[in-house]
């Protein structure tokens, strides 16, 4: 079976999904999947790239102002049927020339006007239509435009995502809780304390034995990373840190601030495909609160502390109750918050080893090859 995944850069974690199934599918050859990645938002028409920038840049730069943009596409439903849709006759010319089996949605905007058009176009047979949702709680921030009851079959990463898809009419038997969707390093056995030291060691030329803060940029460049280092500097208790930046000036900076610094040591990334390795080795995380890498810590084991400087986004904010719901991590409103967040994990290590446990048992069960056979079975309507 081919089949289209259709996703769109709003962040990182739709690409993130995207890109997981495709490498699942390379992995499971006995499924004989072949799938091509559609940016469907940007390939369609001007007026949806330009809000995917949109997006993009109030993350980057005001996250709490998102509200009104969220809100504004709840009611708008810019792709909600063809008939509203723009540029729909760019996307009928990739299915003509894709001929999917199956259409997989990962992203909130994707799951209604392109489903249509796919089984309008597609006639014999028609295509099975999926949505795949690594959204993790239910209420305000939550899209509604998630939920598409005349789908084939809704897919939430857990059974909070699942329960809010069924408020929004998605009829049970066609709601499944499928866990998440990563890419197959993080399904990988994990490494042991030996192999944990060699790394931070030989890789990063860090101290084993010494607290290690990972902190990350999102995909479009989302980050308040020398404003915390900053607030570590004049700590009493300084982990050493590593730093994932982007874009590369991003990393510039860090570097130019850690050669001004030395006493606090500092490991600026421009770009890791290490990801599931390294949330192994470091002993905790600063991300903002995205489904992707809270996701990716979750299966990883390594303790979260969310940023939410600048304000959070709706759907960030549904990340935050999951983490409430099950008791791990904590928000930084300020950076000034972080210190005191990691001193009690800093002065008594047992605190971490619990934090963990809270994790996994807050973290779905199975590997991604179940969301591919769910896929890929016969349509169910």
Request: overall charge positive; hydrophobic content about 45%; glycine content about 8%.
């Amino acid at each position: 079976m081919r089949v289209l995944v259709l996703t769109s850069s709003t962040g990182g974690g739709h690409n993130t999904r995207a890109r997981a199934f495709a490498a699942w599918a390379k992995r499971e050859p006995d499924l004989g999947l072949e799938v091509v990645i559609h940016q469907a938002l940007e390939q369609t028409h001007g007026l949806y790239r330009f809000g995917v920038g949109l997006y993009n840049w109030i993350q980057r730069t005001a996250p709490r102002l998102h509200h009104l943009y969220f809100n504004f596409l709840e009611v708008a439903g810019a792709c909600k049927s063809p008939a509203m849709m723009l540029g729909v006759e760019r996307f009928r010319a990739v299915l003509r020339e894709v001929r999917p089996g199956a259409v997989l949605s990962v992203h909130g905007s994707l799951n209604h006007g392109f489903f249509a058009v796919a089984r309008e176009t597609l006639r014999d047979p028609k295509p099975r239509c999926v949505t795949y949702c690594g959204e993790l709680f239910g209420g305000y921030g939550f899209s509604r435009h998630w939920v598409n009851p005349q789908a084939d079959l809704f897919l939430g990463a857990v059974p909070e995502t699942v329960a809010a898809a069924r408020r929004w009419r998605m009829p049970e038997e066609r709601a499944r809780a499928a866990g998440f969707l990563l890419d197959p390093a993080f399904y990988a056995p994990r490494m042991d304390e030996a192999a944990r030291r060699r790394c931070l060691r030989e890789r990063y030329e860090l101290d084993p034995d010494r607290c290690t803060l990972l902190l990350t940029t999102g995909a479009v460049g989302a980050n308040n990373h020398v404003a915390l280092l900053n607030v570590l500097l004049a700590s009493p208790h300084r982990p050493q840190v590593i730093v994932l930046c982007r874009p590369q000036s991003v990393w510039q900076e860090v570097a130019s601030w850690a050669t001004v610094h030395p006493e606090l040591p500092v490991r600026p990334l421009e770009y890791t495909d290490r990801m599931a390795e390294l949330l192994q080795c470091v002993s905790a995380v600063v991300a903002r609160p995205g489904t992707g890498t809270t996701s990716e810590a979750l299966l990883s084991g390594c303790p979260i502390l969310f940023n939410g400087l600048g304000g959070v986004m709706p759907q960030e904010g549904i990340t935050l109750k999951f983490a409430a719901a099950h008791g791990f991590g904590g928000v930084l409103r300020r950076a000034a918050d972080l210190p005191a967040r990691l001193e009690p994990w800093l002065r008594e290590p047992h605190r971490l080893v619990e934090e963990r446990g809270r994790m996994a048992r807050a973290c779905p069960a199975g590997t991604p090859r179940g969301v591919l056979e769910l896929v890929s079975a016969r349509p169910m309507l």
